[in-house]
């Protein structure tokens, strides 16, 4: 992608080279992310002519030929003779239909519609709202399809967004990245009101036996209270690491928010992204930035 000569971009986030409005993808120096995320907090942009996404080509009018004259004869011919293939078409169907048993229709034969593996959101997707817990939080784009895994031990429903990382992992499973939400199930630590530090502790516990690939070691980025739409919460992230045969990834990023909405159970977002695509670590401190409560 780069001229002779010509060194190639450094690493970093830019324009989304398939020209969608107001997304990026990481550059990795040779290559693309595989997914696209908004821009917003946590995502410095940067521009290259280089990387620039291309327009596409408008294709302009071809003239349009003036029809030529033709003759009442002529006409005539050309119907007659559609009149007889028409006939003789028919007739065929008739008969067939006369020996053998009615052909199924195309959209009743096995494979003839071949949908897409995963629920994905409507195209006009956003924000994703989340009734259940009781906040919402953005939508990231292309490549993120919606959460159809039965559910979290954590959180009594599940919504959000990932993507597959590995198919299959030796313990026989699909590894992802996700950002989910829910409200949090009884027993991990809300007592109530001013219990928000000790529920993200809970959890983050909770996950880490749940999900990752052991032994494994965490170090703690952050461990603090925060605001949320003028909602007490807390936010606690951390950086796993394991040396596990058969694994991509050899360590993730998690954060988990707690935000009390002022119900029976406070709210989960649970964010975790492989190190396999480091590049979109960014994307934790903007879904958490922009989390809003219901």
Same mark, same amino acid.
């Given at each position: 992608m780069t001229g002779e000569g010509q060194p190639p971009p450094p690493p970093g986030w830019y324009a989304d080279p398939d020209g969608t409005p107001g997304m990026v993808r990481w550059w990795s120096g040779s290559g693309w992310s595989d997914v696209a995320v908004p821009t917003g907090p946590g995502v410095a942009v940067q521009s290259s002519p280089v990387l620039a996404p291309t327009r596409p080509e408008v294709p302009q009018p071809q003239p349009v030929p003036e029809p030529q004259p033709r003759s009442r004869r002529g006409t005539w011919l050309v119907l007659g003779a559609v009149a007889a293939v028409v006939a003789v078409v028919v007739g065929l169907v008739v008969? *067939?239909?006369?020996?053998? @048993?009615?052909?199924?229709?195309?959209? =009743?034969?096995? #494979? $003839?519609?071949?949908?897409?593996? #995963?629920?994905?959101?409507?195209? $006009? *997707?956003?924000?994703?709202? =989340?009734?259940? $817990?009781?906040? $919402? +939080?953005? &939508?990231? #784009? @292309?490549?993120?399809?919606? +959460? /159809?895994?039965?559910?979290?031990?954590?959180?009594? *429903?599940?919504a959000g967004q990932y993507f597959t990382t590995q198919e299959l992992t030796p313990a026989g499973d699909r590894f992802i990245a996700q950002c989910t939400s829910g409200p949090v199930r009884e027993g991990l630590g809300w007592t109530g009101p001013g219990s928000e530090a000790a529920t993200a502790a809970a959890l983050a516990d909770s996950v880490r036996g749940? &999900? +990752?690939?052991?032994?494994?070691?965490r170090r703690i980025l952050r461990d603090e209270p925060r605001t949320v739409d003028g909602h007490a919460a807390h936010l606690l992230e951390?950086?796993?690491?394991? /040396?596990? @045969?058969? +694994? /991509?990834? *050899?360590?993730?990023?998690?954060?988990?928010?707690?935000? =009390?909405?002022?119900?029976?159970a406070p709210a989960l977002l649970y964010i975790s992204i492989p190190n396999t695509h480091a590049e979109l670590y960014g994307v934790i401190d903007a879904v958490v930035g922009a989390v809003e409560v219901l």
């Open positions: 008969g *067939t239909r006369d020996h053998d @048993e009615p052909a199924a229709a195309p959209a =009743d034969r096995p #494979g $003839s519609s071949q949908l897409p593996s #995963g629920p994905t959101f409507t195209p $006009s *997707t956003v924000r994703i709202i =989340d009734e259940q $817990s009781g906040i $919402s +939080y953005p &939508y990231l #784009g @292309e490549g993120w399809r919606e +959460y /159809d895994f039965a559910f979290m031990a954590e959180t009594s *429903t599940v749940n &999900y +990752y690939p052991g032994p494994n070691e951390f950086q796993l690491s394991w /040396d596990v @045969e058969g +694994y /991509d990834a *050899t360590g993730e990023r998690a954060a988990l928010l707690v935000v =009390d909405v002022g119900r029976p």
